[in-house]
């Protein structure tokens, strides 16, 4: 067996807490390299307000419409499951996904993630913004072609409503017309108006950004954990899927075959590397069309009057989200499930334990065969 072989068994929790933590720190460097190049002057020292409230306001309140829409729609996808999807993470931390899926948690887990992802950016410019006015002299000035102080003015003041209380931080028309399209001179006045909108910078970024981000998250986390005790936990939901595959040792073998009708469609739940593909079709013969297959996808393939073969890792175990895909994928041909191993992108013979295990839990699934490649070395 190839060195990508994980154990059958282990709870998901430990690899759930590193892609916590992986994200977290995602959303730390994402939050530090986006606000630095907001916040980093140009070579006249100045940095413009305008670009700082795309940032602190308008990009926080978009993110959190979509962040409610996804919670109205009972969770959605959410940016982090496309993070998931790139080759960025360790293997075996992608593994628990989908045990996690078979729990019936993996949507409330990936909003819940979407949050951590937006307090860590939230958290990230904060800090970074709080460090740059300890140790440095930033400037605020604005330009504008289209707009003038009169009119960007009321603007500023609606943002501003829910600080009313703070005096200080709150915009004037004295104080925009200072600061319009300033550059650095002698006199003393116009020098200590600029820096004058930190207090206005500071609370639209506790206003906008830090404190919602701080209620979507308790409340992401409690609708989390509500579906966990709602599905009788993770522990108990991974042993109703593990009894899918062990729960009866004398359990009939899907039928094994060695060949596909043409056409056919090559669905990659696996993950497999290109290389593996063209292996597989060397010997299969050409596929129709190759797409990927998984369990944060929203829309299946649609074979038609074409053959499937779902490409599976053999090591890894089989979980009732796949038994739901599997029934779910829609095809008058055959329905083959291809377990495969790999080493450095060459094709292996899987294991033959792994193979009857595939082999038992096909046997549950009408019209799903075992397909099994020629020998390999």
């Not at 939050?31 to 140009?42: E, K, R, T």
């Not at 029934?327 to 790999?342: C, F």
Request: hydrophobic letters at 50%; aromatic letters at 8%; charged letters at 15%.
């Amino acid at each position: 067996m190839s060195d990508n072989e994980v154990s059958w068994g282990p709870e998901p929790g430990a690899g759930l807490q590193q892609l916590s933590l992986g994200i977290a720190l995602l959303g730390l460097i994402s939050g530090f390299l986006l606000s630095y190049g907001v916040l980093g002057a140009d070579s006249q020292g100045q940095v413009n307000l305008l670009f700082l409230l795309l940032l602190f306001v308008f990009l926080p309140i978009v993110s959190l419409i979509l962040s409610l829409i996804l919670l109205a729609k009972g969770g959605g996808k959410g940016v982090v499951a496309y993070l998931l999807d790139l080759p960025l993470w360790p293997r075996q931390l992608v593994n628990a996904l989908p045990r996690l899926g078979a729990t019936g948690s993996l949507q409330p887990w990936l909003f819940y993630q979407t949050q951590i992802l937006s307090l860590s950016f939230a958290l990230a410019c904060l800090l970074l913004y709080l460090l740059l006015l300890l140790g440095t002299d930033l400037s605020f000035v604005w330009r504008s072609t289209l707009l003038d102080a009169e009119a960007l003015l009321p603007g500023l003041r609606v943002i501003a409503l829910p600080w009313a209380f703070w005096t200080d931080a709150q915009p004037s028309l004295e104080l925009l017309q200072q600061t319009r399209d300033f550059r650095l001179d002698a006199t003393g006045d116009s020098q200590s108006q600029v820096g004058l909108w930190w207090q206005y910078i500071l609370a639209a970024q506790l206003c906008y950004n830090l404190l919602p981000r701080s209620i979507m998250l308790l409340l992401a986390r409690r609708l989390y954990r509500q579906r966990q005790r709602g599905q009788g936990g993770v522990s108990s939901q991974l042993t109703s899927a593990r009894q899918i595959v062990e729960g009866a040792q004398h359990a009939p073998l899907a039928e094994l075959v060695s060949g596909v009708g043409s056409p056919y469609m090559l669905l990659d739940w696996a993950g497999a590397p290109a290389s593996c593909h063209a292996q597989i079709q060397a010997q299969l013969g050409a596929a129709e069309q190759v797409k990927s297959l998984g369990p944060l996808q929203s829309e299946l393939p649609v074979a038609g009057d074409r053959s499937l073969v779902v490409v599976v890792k053999s090591w890894e175990p089989p979980l009732a989200e796949l038994a739901d895909t599997l029934q779910a994928l829609d095809g008058s041909g055959d329905k083959l499930l291809l377990p495969l191993d790999w080493q450095d992108a060459a094709l292996v013979k899987p294991r033959e334990p792994h193979v009857q295990e595939w082999r038992r839990f096909l046997a549950a699934l009408p019209g799903w065969k075992l397909l099994r490649l020629g020998e390999h070395k």
